[in-house]
């Protein structure tokens, strides 16, 4: 009898075919699923990692700021003279560390006339009461946060008759420091 | 024929079952071929892990966005119209990133994709030709960090550490 041409038969499964039911659905099971997603042909992927650095950062706006105290700013018979007030600059900032925030102070230690200073509209922050300035850091805007803004620079100058005349001279300095 | 004898392992039957055996070894190993020769439609080049470091920043303004170019993505033609989508996972993200492709010469590049930990895959290219006259692809993968003053700093957040996954698939 031909083999090749034996008509097929229904067979009790021998062991060897009982052993080829896990493979085989194993292949199925392996490649069905595969197939169904047989869309997809390939894919890849990476770790892309960003780091931002601590930067706290503050700018004036303009380089000067100039006041005059002239006969205008004089009241008769009272020494004190002005207050004349600047507020044609402004400090930006830009914070990204928590609790931050800025203080102010001249470079001047034996100023002739009287120059105060204050933070006018922060757009975030608290502002500090007006300073005197000194050579010693004061707070000048305080509880800014994590944050960026700006706000307006107001100086006030004054001076008592009896210092007489004269020009001083500051660089003020703000620094932005931990609160 | 009992049906004892007709449980025992003739040497004919004996062939065919081993030829059966081939059969489904081969169509195996054929399976495993092509899964495995799928992954190199779609290869990631260039820096394997890049890191962006956003360093300054404007006052009164925003930090300073930054840009890497540094990996490529290739891809192979392929027989049907395809796509490339991208997600991403990135936990405790606290800062922003976004890609966009470029130099894309097949296919149609999408708008850049803001990436989001557990994003859904979006369109990255689309309309990948099916058509002959090209094997590969390799446009460039263009990564925009960039972060608030607000969003804080990696010494108090952390750095965002990016899982991003391109996939090239039928469109």
Not at chain 1, 104 to 129: C, E, M, R, Y
Not at chain 1, 148 to 164: E, F, K, P, V
Request: aromatic share 6%.
């Amino acid at each position: 009898m031909d083999m090749a041409r034996a008509p097929i038969r229904f067979r009790k499964p021998t062991d060897l075919n009982k052993a080829l039911v896990f493979p085989a659905l194993l292949l199925i099971f392996a490649c069905v699923p595969q197939g169904a997603s047989a869309q997809v042909y390939g894919t890849d992927s990476h770790n892309v990692t960003v780091t931002v650095a601590t930067v706290n950062i503050v700018q004036v706006s303009a380089g000067t700021a100039s006041l005059t105290l002239s006969a205008a700013a004089v009241t008769a018979g009272v020494n004190l003279m002005g207050p004349v007030t600047n507020s044609a600059t402004s400090l930006l900032w830009g914070f990204n560390s928590s609790l931050r925030k800025v203080t102010v102070k001249t470079n001047l230690a034996a100023p002739k006339f009287i120059l105060k200073v204050l933070a006018v509209a922060p757009t975030q922050g608290t502002a500090s009461p007006e300073v005197t300035l000194s050579t010693t850091a004061a707070d000048f805007l305080i509880n800014t946060g994590r944050s960026s803004g700006s706000c307006t620079i107001q100086y006030s100058g004054s001076a008592l008759a009896s210092a007489g005349t004269g020009t001083d001279t500051h660089t003020i300095t703000f620094t932005v420091a931990a609160q | 024929m009992t049906r004892r004898e007709d449980m025992t392992m003739t040497p004919q039957r004996r062939y065919r079952t081993l030829r059966l055996l081939f059969l489904i070894g081969g169509v195996i190993f054929v399976s495993m071929f092509l899964v495995s020769s799928a992954a190199a439609q779609l290869t990631l080049r260039g820096t394997a892990n890049p890191t962006i470091n956003i360093t300054t920043g404007t006052a009164g303004g925003s930090m300073t966005s930054v840009v890497n170019t540094s990996s490529t993505i290739r891809y192979t033609r392929q027989a049907a119209i395809a796509k490339i989508t991208v997600r991403a996972t990135c936990p405790s993200q606290s800062f922003h990133l976004a890609v966009v492709a470029t130099g894309v010469t097949r296919g149609v590049a999408a708008p850049q994709v803001d990436l989001i930990d557990g994003m859904l895959a979006v369109d990255f290219i689309t309309s990948i030709p099916s058509a002959a006259g090209w094997t590969t692809s390799t446009p460039t993968l263009s990564y925009t960090a960039s972060a608030a003053f607000s969003d804080g700093n990696s010494v108090e957040m952390g750095n965002d550490v990016y899982a991003v996954t391109y996939t090239l698939q039928v469109q």
